[in-house]
């Protein structure tokens, strides 16, 4: 064989070689669906603006799976939740992916859909949802992790509050209505009857405007609330630095349950890390991709939380915030 003909055969090969391993690598990727109906999908991706998404990228690429390589990932978002949450999760369950992670409320209807798909998912109680037998032995086909410690922490974060308010006689609430009859709201509406606590509540829905956020924190203010809590949901997070805008506008204390709105001009915060829990979540989903029961993954249930304290909000809302209580906070803006 002539030296020119042996190159261009070399040549070949390595053209060959490469275009063969991609179209096996592009066979055995594994399909991993989003469901978060609050956020919009493209937030729902490795590159995302997201404060939480990259986050749980991070983790699955130093896990080895890696978007647009040996993973595809499906996002269903707020713009595919046109026809609502039973109509999406059928979609995706129809769609037969290798897992599925569930954001927020929805996991109860996927337990209704499949027995099959493994799904993770992030929540609040499972065991009182029925979507897992205990958080040490979930059993079925769900794992992940939850946000829900009991009825207790409702009460803190409204004693938090008080001590920053003590002079509270009316409590206004910020709450998905999707989750209002759910045992997350059951909680919080015993924690303010055994604090005295009248309420007033603004019930919100998926894709809210801000117009809409804006007639509900108005009419939590005619109501005559003297402070506000807000509660958990991606619906509310995706908006709450709106919502401490408005909040602040409308002179009205609040307390969050994630950090971010404080850092934005939000009153106060009882938190835990979001961060951590979508990485304990990509470590799920990574066990499940190797080949792992979901049923067999303990669900991780959130055990720290840390207190945000902005000084400067404080202040112009008039408040003389106890020393005790700045001393106590992980973290104070000023």
């Known amino acids: 064989m002539r030296r020119r003909d042996f190159i261009r055969l070399l040549g070949g090969a390595a053209v060959v070689r490469p275009l063969a391993a991609v179209a096996q690598q592009s066979t055995n990727k ?18 995302s603006e997201s404060k939480v998404s990259p986050a749980l990228f991070a983790e ?3 896990l080895r799976w890696i978007e647009g390589q040996n993973l595809k990932v499906e996002s269903y978002g707020r713009e595919q939740n046109t026809s609502g ?8 369950v129809r769609s037969n ?103 007033a509540v603004s019930l919100l829905e998926f894709g809210t405007s801000e117009a809409g956020y804006q007639a509900a924190i108005e009419s939590i203010s005619r ?11 991606p619906e509310v997070d995706q908006n709450s630095t709106l919502i401490a805008k408005l909040l602040g506008d409308a002179k009205l204390p609040a307390i969050f349950t994630h950090p971010h709105p404080v850092e934005a001009g939000g009153l106060m915060a009882y938190s835990f890390d979001l961060i951590e829990l979508y990485r304990r979540v990509a470590n799920n989903i990574d066990a499940i991709l190797r080949g792992a029961k979901p049923g067999d993954i303990p669900i991780y249930q959130v055990t720290r939380f840390e207190l945000s304290i902005n000084l400067n ?22």
């Open 97 to 199: 992916p290798d897992v599925i992670l569930v954001i927020g409320p929805g996991a109860v209807i996927f337990k209704k859909l499949t027995s099959r798909i493994p799904i993770v998912v992030i929540t609040g109680d499972p065991v009182r949802q029925g979507i897992a037998e205990s958080l040490a032995h979930p059993g079925g086909n769900f794992s992940g992790v939850s946000v829900d410690v009991g009825p207790s922490i409702h009460g803190k974060r409204i004693a938090l509050l008080r001590e920053m308010v003590p002079t509270m006689s009316k409590l206004g609430c910020l709450a998905l209505r999707f989750q209002w009859n759910g045992s997350n709201a059951g909680a919080f509406r015993a924690a303010a009857e055994t604090a005295g606590l009248p309420l």
């Open 223 to 233: 109501d005559g609330a003297d402070a506000v809590m807000v509660l958990d949901s």
């Open 60 to 62: 699955l690429r130093r």
């Open 30 to 47: 594994k399909r991993l669906a989003i469901f978060s109906p609050s956020q919009p999908s493209a937030d729902l991706h490795e590159h």
């Open 85 to 92: 949450l039973e109509a999406l999760a059928t979609e995706i």
């Open 313 to 334: 909000t404080a202040k112009q809302l008039g408040l003389s915030v106890p020393p005790a209580l700045v001393a106590s906070a992980d973290k104070v803006i000023e």
